[in-house]
């Protein structure tokens, strides 16, 4: 008979247990982050740009702000700016037996990619590993021979209404966010821009009153490093009000601890 062929090891090293156990203990399930620690480096050696971008959390922090990542159009455009020599060599020569481990994530090359578990709701009790941040080296992102890179959510138009946040009142009735500042409500066409600033852990929230048939669209802009929009899907959103008096609460947080402070706009048209 056919000699038998031999059976592949499935026996795991010490260090990989290590980095097993410290995932399973505060980032998520060791089976899901060592397939993703795969996929990506798959997709780096094969410069697999889309499968990427859905290996991404938006906004993505790219070197402290330096790069403006709001959605996946954002990443594929900018690539080359991102994954550059220095990140694309890490990731390559990376184990997962060396992974760097922490309350925050797991990085890749010292620190040059940070990913961890995402809540997939308000609950999380179920997270999925998503790439949270990629620190390029700044001499390594060629700014001197690109236009600036803009956000790819259009500037408001010219003529809009500017309201700094902290100036609105607080509604007495908190909703599912809490309290939250009340927008002033807006029966015809036009634009207006609320600005704000938060520290990191910290979020605030507003109000959107609307009248029966009245559509608006909401984009977010973040000047520094990024915020996200509770179920917000790439900070962009438009709806129609249905009832009289509807409400709509948003709620904005910081996302990056690396970031002190980051300023925010959260544009608003009326139709």
């Given at each position: 008979s056919a000699p038998s062929k031999p059976q592949a090891s499935k026996t795991r090293s010490a260090a990989e247990k290590n980095v097993d156990a410290r995932i399973a203990d505060m980032l998520g399930k060791p089976a899901e982050f060592q397939d993703f620690f795969k996929r990506l480096q798959k997709a780096v050696a094969a410069s697999d740009h889309k499968t990427l971008a859905k290996m991404m959390r938006y906004p993505l922090s790219v070197t402290d702000g330096a790069i403006k990542v709001f959605n996946k159009k954002d990443f594929t455009d900018n690539y080359d700016k991102i994954f550059t020599p220095t990140v694309i060599t890490a990731v390559k020569n990376q184990t997962y037996a060396?992974?760097?481990v922490k309350d925050t994530?797991?990085?890749?090359?010292?620190g040059l990619l940070w990913f961890t578990g995402v809540c997939t709701d308000n609950s999380c009790k179920l997270r999925i590993p998503m790439l949270i941040s990629v620190y390029a080296p700044s001499e390594e992102i060629d700014t001197a021979t690109q236009a600036p890179i803009q956000p790819s959510v259009p500037a408001p138009?010219?003529?809009a209404k500017v309201i700094a946040g902290s100036s609105l009142p607080i509604d007495t009735v908190p909703g599912a966010f809490g309290p939250c500042r009340d927008i002033?409500?807006?029966t015809e066409p036009s634009s207006l821009t609320i600005t704000g600033a938060l520290e990191p852990d910290s979020?605030?929230?507003y109000r959107l009153t609307g009248h029966n048939g009245q559509s608006v669209h909401i984009e977010l802009v973040s000047v520094s490093v990024g915020f996200s929009i509770d179920d917000l899907a790439d900070n962009r959103y438009e709806f129609d009000f249905k009832p009289r008096n509807q409400t709509y609460d948003i709620?904005?947080?910081?996302?990056?601890?690396?970031?002190?402070?980051d300023h925010y706009e959260l544009h608003f048209r009326f139709k």
């Open positions: 060396d992974l760097f994530g797991a990085a890749v090359g010292s138009p010219t003529g002033p409500v807006i979020e605030d929230c709620l904005l947080a910081h996302t990056f601890p690396s970031s002190l402070l």
